[in-house]
Every structure is written in structure tokens, then in C-alpha cells.
């Protein structure tokens, strides 16, 4: 069992550029959930997928954000024109349906100039 | 909206020293997990509570679940080094909604 895994760890990237990172969940995990944690603060929720399906998505998901999971398996978080407000850790975490638990990755660190 | 807060904010104590963390809110949660995190890495799952009342021990931790299920708390027996980082709480609401929402976090430093 290789747990959740993210790519890329690090992003820098120039404000008004568009980027996009990839969550790996735990195999057979079908729920995938996508976080922001800011400097100080706890993670706070974005979006949920049970499979492929997106099935709930936070205020804090404003439209320049976008997430998929096309297959039920990987998952992609675009956010198109970033702002230096955009600049997190962005983490993603993977549950068993019908489990309370919910198994975090490694986390993408992005850093908007 | 649901809030989880969480007391002490930063703890600094000796090698070997009791503690206890606590996770307070008015609203009730159907689980509330304990995680812990390192600084540039993901949350690392504890344990998750579900029962009001609920005790559960993992070694030198014993985590507690209030009996209303709105608070807990973490207590730490003969604290080592290696118990040092960010003590998260999360708790599920229930109701059809699989978001955890989090407190702020307890920042421990136990010193050698």
C-alpha cells in the first residue's frame, strides 16, 4: 500500500499563470478530497469526488479553480490565472466509502510571485 | 458554520513532562479525528473517535470524545522529542457531508 501521493511537492509560479497539480489516492480508496492549508491555519476543505463524480465543492472553489477525476482514479486541480492569494499548501486525502477516515498525501506547495 | 477550536495554540515543554490538547466546539460531530503534521508534509491520521465518551489509546497517547460529541482532548504521557509537531483535530459532521473541518492546530515542541 503506496498511500496518497502528489505531484509536483513544489510550485513557483508567476501570478496570472495557469497551473495544474495531480493527486494519486490510495488504490480502491473511490472517495477523493481536495484541501488548502494556508500559513498558521488547518486545512480547509475545496471539493469532494466519489469516483468520478464531483459531488461537493466549497465556496472557497471560485471559478478560476477546476477539479476532475476522470476515471475514478487520479485526480487534477487546475487553478487558471493564480493570484498571489493562491499561494498554500495544497493537499489532497483519500477514504474507503462508508470509513470516517481520511488519508492524507504529502501536500503541493505553491508559491505565487 | 462549524468551528473547531483548539487549546493550547503553541506548547513548549520538557522532555518527559504529561500534557493535554484540547478541541472544543458548539456543534455536535458524528467522528472527530486527530491528526498530526510535520512542517512541509500532509496530515498524519491518529485515531478517530465516533462514540460520545470514547477513550482510545495509541502508546504514550489517550484521546478522548466528550460525551455530547463536541469536544475532545489529547493527552500526552512522559512527552519525548519525537512527539513534536502540529496537532490537528477534524471533525465530520454527519448529514451527507464527507468534509472534515479543522481546528487551527496545537503547535508542540518538546525539548530534550
Known amino acids: 500500500d503506496t498511500g496518497v501521493s502528489q505531484d509536483p511537492r513544489h510550485k513557483i509560479t508567476k501570478r496570472g499563470q495557469n497551473v495544474t497539480f495531480r493527486c494519486d489516492p490510495i488504490s480502491e480508496h473511490n472517495r477523493l478530497y481536495w484541501y488548502r492549508q494556508t500559513l498558521g491555519q488547518g486545512p480547509e476543505f475545496l471539493t469532494y469526488f466519489q469516483n468520478e463524480a464531483q459531488l461537493e465543492k466549497s465556496r472557497l472553489l471560485s471559478d478560476r479553480f477546476s477539479a476532475e477525476r476522470p476515471k475514478g482514479s487520479f485526480s487534477t486541480l487546475e487553478i487558471q490565472r493564480t493570484e498571489q492569494g493562491d499561494s498554500a499548501m495544497y493537499l489532497c486525502?483519500?477514504?474507503?466509502?462508508?470509513?470516517?477516515?481520511?488519508?492524507f498525501g504529502p501536500g503541493t506547495r505553491l508559491t505565487v510571485l | 458554520t462549524q468551528l473547531l477550536e483548539q487549546s493550547p495554540q503553541f506548547l513548549s515543554i520538557q522532555e518527559g513532562e504529561n500534557l493535554t490538547v484540547y478541541c472544543n466546539s458548539s456543534?455536535?460531530?458524528?467522528?472527530l479525528q486527530w491528526y498530526r503534521q510535520e512542517p512541509g508534509e500532509g496530515p498524519v491520521l491518529l485515531v478517530t473517535v465516533v462514540t460520545g465518551g470514547e477513550v482510545k489509546k495509541l502508546k504514550r497517547l489517550t484521546f478522548q470524545f466528550g460525551d455530547a460529541r463536541k469536544d475532545s482532548s489529547l493527552h500526552i504521557t512522559a512527552a519525548q522529542p519525537g512527539d513534536t509537531g502540529l496537532y490537528l483535530c477534524?471533525?465530520?459532521?454527519?448529514?451527507?457531508?464527507?468534509?472534515?473541518?479543522f481546528g487551527k492546530g496545537t503547535k508542540l515542541s518538546v525539548i530534550p
Open positions: 486525502a483519500s477514504s474507503l466509502l462508508g470509513y470516517n477516515e481520511q488519508f
Open positions: 477534524a471533525g465530520d459532521s454527519g448529514a451527507g457531508s464527507y468534509q472534515l473541518t
Open positions: 456543534s455536535v460531530f458524528s467522528s
